[in-house]
């Protein structure tokens, strides 16, 4: 839905716990409702909150009661937020009544209902959020265990253990994960901003409430738990979005038993390529979950990924060492300099290297020496030390002696104390440092590790392929009869014919294979083809055929297959009749394995790219990589890294190779985005060459689609190009068009270049610059929930600037976006604004939106004037001082647009 209403959820100033437990009988009746309430009422006053809380008993003769005279109505305030502590079948009435008296969000809390079937159920949610929909009531649950806001002494939950204040978010489906993780974290001093239950997340889910902590000042780290979400592009708009500035680390349950639409890879694969191109980072335990959780509340921000290593012995750094670069990590290698030093400091002819070996008899003041010595290395990015019991430096003196180097460094010190009951003091004094500190290396690499794949998370985060093909022009005329000629005909998988047509109008190579009418011509086509080959049957009356035989390295292997397969038709009923023979090389000349590059639709996510080796040698679902597109060269480089491609292989050739292979993945993304009606799609196997990618076998599932979704099919929008537009200008070349990610240095000279005036007219108030994670969620924007148009002038060195900017951000209903504008100070006064204002609303009537609505100062006399001019409707605003504008969109569906008056 939104986060409308959300903040009486997060921050209400008045609360009221409605329960069930009241007299009937002439008995007070104890149900797990009652024991609900009670637990939440003992948190919230354990919890401090200080504004009022009222007690509500339901009755069944008057539904509400407090006692045995005062209803509900008799309230003397509306409570912001109420928890129901009551059964299902009785929430929806509840909801209504309060809904009427003013509260704005619910959280319905354990409800037994196991008597009741499936369908019963749904029509308590259904009812549910009919009752809370007409005056916008937010349900968190059922089944929800609540919220706690430490920063604001909110505890409106049944967690049996108390949370901290602190800068991370915790979202769970489980409460039992929630407490635990609540508990671990008490152990380390570590606190939060939020812990939120969701329970069966009827209205408010996980995506509604990222988008709340996204823009929670008090929050800096998000830690989620969850299973399934209903909606993959909603999950995936709010997840960027939350991901841009903040770091999230997410654990998934619910993979066993989950199978994927395709032998290549299961739900759980989509789940894990879901959040990579999020920007998160997935844990797979709950132990590195906690670990996640204390990672976020001390770790700096990474420098770099090069880790050098400084241990107590040289078994021990060499057992860190092969933990990193098992995990694909890097070793710092050191510079002339921090050996010189090392070798002055370890006194030793040997010469030193990293990992940093100690001598048996270093001091604590020896560890200190070394750690600040590598610090500086210009070469090293992170530090990891690794102690082990030692006779010359107890753990305490040494975990101070690094403390003492860490904290005064901008780089990270990972510490690993490896033994056992001896270990425990120096591992608290580095927590109290705020040091990160581990009982062993694998654990501080892992850790270090999911640094590192955050970072370069946040870089896929940034990529944004563009709608429209930009490095070949497909034909997409010929694409589209393609395919309306299979439907029309109700096939619903395209011919051998169809399908080389399709794939050539996106420029994909499919392989033609020679027929042979006789087994000697067969033996004369793989000589000229070079073995080793496979071979296939055709049949007659067999429009299709398949490789029965592959790998097939001399004519005498060719004699055999074919013996060997005409002695299986012959046990058919009738024997079909073999019309010839199908051959095709079995290797690429380039020597590397054959690939599979395949397409499925996920029920969730839509369309996911998928890329392993070819099932001609046997499929390997632990070698295959996915991807959700749209897909640029960048993102597919991406993917085909993370199937170990042509490892063997030098860089050169390896590059050139993957050229090639991300040229065939974008265009198979592209065809996605511009043909609806491909539903799944298979090239399999696919050879690459330095001179390209040939596919040698391919099929191309269709489905006929009611109306054209485009890319909107996608779990992520990609760059709407199509909406660039080159235009003259008071004798200027412009380009308007939607910002992208590298627009962050010309957004921050556009803002700089306002006048203090101009500033405050547009921020309402002073502000020339923006903190560079700002500009950062000013660029990166989901464009399926929001929309910036820039005006750009391109210098005569080609260096672009801004001139100015428009944007509207529209509610997930699609029926308001809000409006803001901006242009150059000396700029101001020659229509620049009208048309960026004007482009703006054609594209949200374009959109379907409803309503575009702005707001501006009372003395923007100018703004005011060029709102009227374009129809907008104009009245005070909620703000003194303010004016509100309105423009209804529908209006104007069949109305041009007022023309400049310059």
Not at 141 to 157: F, I, M, T, Y
Not at 411 to 416: E, L, M, Q, W, Y
Not at 781 to 798: K, T
Request: aromatic share 4%; proline share 5%; with cysteine.
């Amino acid at each position: 839905m939104t986060v409308r209403n959300l903040e009486f959820l997060f921050r209400p100033r008045s609360i009221a716990v409605v329960t069930d437990a009241g007299p009937r009988g002439g008995k007070q009746v104890a149900n797990e409702s009652s024991r609900y309430s009670e637990v939440v009422l003992r948190n919230l006053a354990a919890g401090g909150f200080t504004g009022p809380v009222t007690q509500l008993g339901v009755k069944k003769r008057s539904l509400f009661g407090i006692g045995s005279n005062v209803h509900i109505d008799a309230l003397e305030i509306a409570p912001d937020l109420a928890v129901l502590c009551v059964p299902l079948s009785e929430v929806a009435p509840i909801v209504a009544r309060l809904g009427a008296l003013g509260t704005h969000a619910v959280i319905v809390g354990s409800s037994k209902h196991e008597t009741m079937k499936g369908s019963e159920i749904a029509s308590a949610y259904k009812a549910i959020l009919d009752a809370a929909r007409p005056n916008l009531v937010r349900v968190l649950g059922p089944g929800s265990g609540g919220l706690v806001v430490p920063g604001s002494s909110l505890n409106a939950s049944v967690a049996p253990v108390t949370a901290i204040a602190g800068r991370i978010a915790l979202v769970a489906q489980s409460a039992a994960v929630a407490s635990a993780v609540l508990d671990r974290a008490n152990s380390r001093g570590i606190g939060f901003s939020s812990v939120l239950h969701l329970g069966s997340a009827i209205d408010i889910d996980l995506a509604d409430t990222l988008d709340w902590l996204a823009a929670d000042p008090h929050t800096e780290a998000i830690l989620v738990q969850f299973e399934t979400v209903p909606v993959g592009l909603k999950f995936m708009s709010a997840a960027r979005a939350a991901a841009r500035n903040k770091p999230v680390v997410a654990i998934r349950g619910g993979s066993i038993g989950a199978h994927g639409v395709t032998d290549a890879f299961s739900t759980d694969d989509v789940y894990e390529a879901a959040m990579r191109r999020a920007g998160w980072v997935r844990v797979d335990t709950l132990e590195d979950l906690f670990d996640a959780a204390e990672a976020l509340a001390r770790v700096r921000p990474l420098i770099g990924e090069r880790l050098s290593i400084l241990a107590n012995g040289r078994g021990l750094g060499r057992i860190a060492a092969d933990a990193l670069l098992n995990s694909r990590g890097r070793l710092a290698e050191l510079s002339k300099e921090t050996l010189k030093q090392l070798k002055a400091l370890l006194r030793t002819r040997s010469s030193s290297g990293n990992p940093v070996a100690l001598p048996a008899d270093v001091t604590a003041a020896d560890w200190s020496a070394a750690l600040e010595i590598l610090l500086a290395d210009p070469e090293t990015d992170a530090v990891l030390t690794v102690y082990s019991p030692s006779p010359f430096a107890s753990s305490a003196d040494v975990a101070t002696a690094i403390c003492g180097v860490a904290k005064a460094s901008e780089r990270n010190v990972f510490t690993c104390w490896v033994g056992g009951d001896a270990m425990l003091e120096a591992q608290q004094i580095a927590a109290w440092h705020g040091v990160l500190s581990h009982d062993s290396a694998e654990k501080a690499i892992a850790i270090f590790r999911g640094i590192v794949n955050y970072e370069r998370n946040r870089q896929l985060l940034a990529q944004m392929p563009p709608s429209v093909a930009q490095d070949f022009a497909p034909s997409t005329d010929v694409a589209r009869d393609t395919i309306a000629e299979a439907i029309d005909a109700g096939a619903d998988v395209l011919s051998s014919r169809q399908t080389r047509r399709l794939l050539q109008a996106y420029g994909i190579e499919l392989a033609e294979q020679p027929l042979a009418r006789s087994v000697d011509e067969a033996i004369r086509c793989a000589d000229d083809i070079g073995y080793p080959v496979d071979l296939g049957l055709v049949l007659a009356n067999v429009a299709e055929h398949e490789m029965a035989a592959s790998g097939l390295r001399s004519p005498a292997d060719i004699q055999i297959a074919v013996r060997g397969l005409r002695g299986k038709l012959r046990t058919q009923d009738p024997p079909p009749r073999v019309s010839g023979y199908r051959l095709r090389p079995s290797v690429a000349r380039s020597g590397i394995d054959a690939l599979r590059i395949g397409v499925a639709d996920d029920p969730v996510f839509g369309p996911v790219i998928f890329l392993g080796a070819a099932s001609v040698g046997g499929f390997d679902p632990d070698n295959c990589a996915l991807a959700l597109p749209p897909l640029n060269m960048a993102l597919a480089q991406d993917l085909i890294a993370r199937c170990r491609f042509a490892a063997e292989l030098s860089s050169t050739a390896r590059t050139e190779l993957e050229k090639a292979a991300c040229k065939i993945l974008v265009r198979v993304s592209q065809l996605l985005t511009d043909i609806d009606e491909v539903a799944a799609l298979e090239l399999d196997p696919v050879h690459l060459e330095r001179s390209g990618a040939r596919v040698l076998n391919a099929r191309v599932r269709v489905e006929k689609r009611e109306r054209k979704l485009g890319s909107r099919r996608f779990a992520i929008r990609p760059y709407p190009k199509e909406l660039e537009q080159k235009l003259a200008w008071q004798g200027r070349q412009l380009l308007i068009r939607p910002i992208r990610p590298e627009d962050e240095n010309t957004l921050g000279d556009l803002l700089g270049s306002l006048e203090p005036e101009d500033s405050r007219m547009r921020f309402f108030g002073t502000m020339r610059s923006l903190p560079r994670s700002q500009l950062a969620r000013f660029t990166q924007i989901d464009y399926d929930r929001e929309m910036a148009l820039v005006a750009i002038e391109s210098g005569s060195n080609g260096i672009e600037r801004s001139l100015g900017e428009v944007r509207a951000v529209t509610d997930p209903d699609n029926r308001i976006a809000d409006f803001a504008i901006v242009v150059r100070s000396e700029l101001k006064g020659h229509g620049l604004g009208r048309l960026l204002l004007k482009s703006i609303i054609e594209y949200s009537r374009d959109r379907g939106t409803e309503e575009l609505r702005g707001e501006t100062l009372s003395g923007n006399l100018r703004m005011q004037h060029l709102a009227r001019d374009l129809g907008f409707e104009l009245k005070t605003g909620a703000d003194p001082g303010s004016v509100e504008l309105r423009l209804g969109l529908h209006d104007l569906a069949n109305k041009p647009l007022p023309k400049s008056r310059k």
